[in-house]
Structures are given as structure tokens and as C-alpha cells.
């Protein structure tokens, strides 16, 4: 059964900072990976998408990395800014499902 | 294109109640899927759909139905109620293992 983790549960940075979130998962049979943010009471918004025959994706001061070898995906915030403040989730796509973490909340302080 | 659309976008229930909470998608997505977060937590999945008239359940399927009628729709019914159902149900589509969009969630209440 896939499991995917996300390390850590909660981060407060000042602004200004580069940080990296981090995911896991239990088998590496996935077709893709996606990163989500989720602002409190609101649903989900797709971040970036890494196909499983890819190492990363960038958009603007995100970037995503995949190693399928090692269950592992990190999700790079360049010069965080207090917009930034949100729950970030990644998924896997494991054959038709996708199958979520736990989610990252993050805060940015100016 | 609206996306992905939800109703209601809150409910509350009694005990015992039944209600059918509507999805619809206006990307011509073949993957469909409904899912329920709980304070806290991440996202647990009911049921998906890979096409029209093609369901299956995810890990938490128990007090819930689906029907895939056509590709635009995927409705979710809960037949009875129970307080365990209090949550923000998510509906979310995607073309094959393309992007996933959701909809902005129905805000439930079990009493």
C-alpha cells in the first residue's frame, strides 16, 4: 500500500528565506507526482507536476525535484515571502489514484 | 471554463438524513475523484472514476455512493448520515495523469 510522508508537519521562517519541504513515499511505481498549496478554507491549487520519467519542475520561485529510485520529492521556495504562508501537499498518481500526505503548514513572517 | 464546480458549499445534517453533494467539470476530464479532509489531516480518497459508467473506492468508501452517469458529473450520496461524515468533501478531476484541479469544497455537518 503506498504511504506517502511529509517532513515536517509545521515551519515558521522570516521572510526572505529559501526552504525546502520535503515528501516520501513507499513505492516507487508512481506515474507522476504533484505539489498542492491549500490556503485555510480553500481548496486545493496544483503548484507543479513531475512525470515519473522526470527529475524536476520549475515555476517562478518554486522548484520541484523527484528521485523515484529513493521515494523522494523536495519542494524548493526560493526568497519566501509572507504570501507564501499555506499548506503545502504533495500526491502521488499510484496507478489511478492519487494518494496525498499529510501536508506542510507553513507560515512566513515579515 | 468554470473548472471544477461543487454544491453545496455548506450543509448540515441530521442524524439519519441523506443528501447527494454535486460535482461537475467542464474540461472534458476523464478522472474524477471525491475526497473528505478532516481537521488537520490530509486528504483520505472515496471513490474515483476513470471514465463514464467506470467507479471504484478509495480508502474510505464506507457510507457513501457514487454514479458516473456522464463525463461532466460525479455526484456523491450519503445515505444515512452519521456524525463520523463531518467534513470538507473535495471534488477533483484530471485528464489521465495530468494536472489535478479540485473544486472549492463542501463544508458538511453531521448533528
Known amino acids: 500500500k503506498q504511504e506517502v510522508t511529509q517532513i515536517p508537519a509545521a515551519l515558521s521562517v522570516p521572510e526572505g528565506e529559501n526552504l525546502v519541504l520535503n515528501c516520501s513515499f513507499t513505492?516507487?511505481?508512481?506515474?507522476?507526482l504533484q505539489w498542492f498549496r491549500q490556503d485555510p478554507g480553500k481548496g486545493l491549487t496544483s503548484l507543479l507536476l513531475i512525470q515519473s520519467s522526470q527529475r524536476e519542475q520549475t515555476s517562478g520561485r518554486l522548484n520541484a525535484s523527484l528521485d523515484k529510485s529513493s521515494g523522494r520529492s523536495t519542494l524548493y521556495i526560493a526568497a519566501s515571502q509572507p504570501g507564501d504562508s499555506a499548506t503545502y501537499l504533495c500526491?502521488?498518481?499510484?496507478?489511478?489514484?492519487?494518494?496525498f500526505g499529510t501536508g506542510t503548514r507553513l507560515q512566513v513572517f515579515p | 471554463n468554470a473548472g471544477v464546480t461543487q454544491t453545496p458549499k455548506f450543509r448540515i445534517l441530521k442524524i439519519g438524513q441523506s443528501m447527494t453533494l454535486q460535482c461537475a467539470q467542464d474540461m472534458n476530464h476523464n478522472y474524477m475523484y471525491w475526497y473528505r479532509q478532516d481537521p488537520g489531516m490530509g486528504l483520505k480518497l472515496i471513490y474515483y472514476?476513470?471514465?463514464?459508467?467506470?467507479?471504484d473506492k478509495g480508502e474510505v468508501p464506507n457510507g457513501y455512493n457514487v454514479s458516473r452517469s456522464t463525463t461532466e458529473d460525479f455526484p456523491l450520496r450519503l445515505e444515512l448520515a452519521a456524525p463520523s461524515q463531518t467534513s470538507v468533501y473535495f471534488c477533483?478531476?484530471?485528464?489521465?495523469?495530468?494536472?489535478?484541479?479540485f473544486g472549492p469544497g463542501t463544508r458538511l455537518t453531521v448533528t
Open positions: 477533483a478531476s484530471s485528464y489521465s495523469q495530468g494536472p489535478t484541479y
Open positions: 513505492d516507487s511505481a508512481i506515474y507522476n
Open positions: 472514476s476513470v471514465g463514464a459508467g467506470i467507479t
Open positions: 500526491a502521488v498518481v499510484d496507478t489511478d489514484k492519487l494518494i
